[in-house]
T-cell receptor, first 117, second 113 residues
Framework: KAGVTQTPRYLIKTRGQQVTLSCSPI?????VSWYQQTPGQGLQFLFEYFSETQRNKGNFPGRFSGRQFSNSRSEMNVSTLELGDSALYLC????????????????FGQGTRLTVV | AQSVTQLGSHVSVSEGALVLLRCNYSSSVPPYLFWYVQYPNQGLQLLLKYTSAATLVKGINGFEAEFKKSETSFHLTKPSAHMSDAAEYFCAVSDPGYSTLTFGKGTMLLVSP
């Protein structure tokens, strides 16, 4: 079974630009979550999608957005990039079926390294 | 709100020595707990998880962790360190039924020959 695939692996953007990152979850997984990892703040939750609906959101400004498609693939978008947005962005998929069902582990992709210059 | 505290941003051990990485959590409900490992420029790999079954959990690569409710701890151990264990380790907590993880700041494990 293929793992979580994130594209691209590396990205360099200029301040003020926008960027879109892509995540293909493990086949059959319906929940996709995004995390930002920086040396200063560590791993921080961005948002989670389940069946094309955002069902949980972290404490990030509105410049960060995402969506999920009917095939469970997900994209996240960051508009008006700032230097502080430089980070490793990790996507995780989970076979969680619905709230109330016992949680299982999240499977992470290798991440997209975004550098804003 | 949940939180995770990992004591020690860096831990150094010699090859063959005991590995002990500390994790304490705060949660208003019985939590699910996880340990992940991250190698440079890689994503996170699950080592082990506690989901309210046995309190002593065995994971991959010889790691294990014990859930102690009275101490709100979930420390990670390995009897004998290998050079290949050098990596960053993250403890995480979630509410049962939810996919969202709250991570600790991470502990970098350094293994010397």
């Amino acid at each position: 079974k293929a793992g979580v695939t994130q594209t691209p692996r590396y990205l360099i953007k200029t301040r003020g630009q926008q960027v879109t990152l892509s995540c293909s979850p493990i086949s059959g997984h319906r929940s996709v979550s995004w995390y930002q990892q920086t040396p200063g703040q560590g791993l921080q939750f961005l948002f989670e999608y389940f069946s094309e609906t955002q069902r949980n959101k972290g404490n990030f400004p509105g410049r960060f957005s995402g969506r999920q498609f009917s095939n469970s693939r997900s994209e996240m978008n960051v508009s008006t990039l700032e230097l502080g947005d430089s980070a490793l962005y990790l996507c995780a998929s989970s076979p969680t079926l619905d709230r109330g069902v016992r949680n299982t582990e999240a499977f992470f992709g290798q991440g997209t390294r975004l550098t804003v210059v | 709100a949940q939180s995770v505290t990992q004591l020690g941003s860096h831990v150094s051990v010699s090859e063959g020595a005991l590995v002990l990485l500390r994790c304490n959590y705060s949660s208003s409900v019985p939590p699910y707990l996880f340990w992940y490992v991250q190698y440079p420029n890689q994503g996170l790999q699950l080592l082990l998880k506690y989901t309210s079954a046995a309190t002593l959990v065995k994971g991959i690569n010889g790691f294990e962790a014990e859930f102690k409710k009275s101490e709100t701890s979930f420390h990670l151990t390995k009897p004998s360190a290998h050079m290949s264990d050098a990596a960053e380790y993250f403890c995480a907590v979630s509410d049962p039924g939810y996919s969202t993880l709250t991570f600790g700041k991470g502990t970098m494990l350094l293994v010397s020959p």
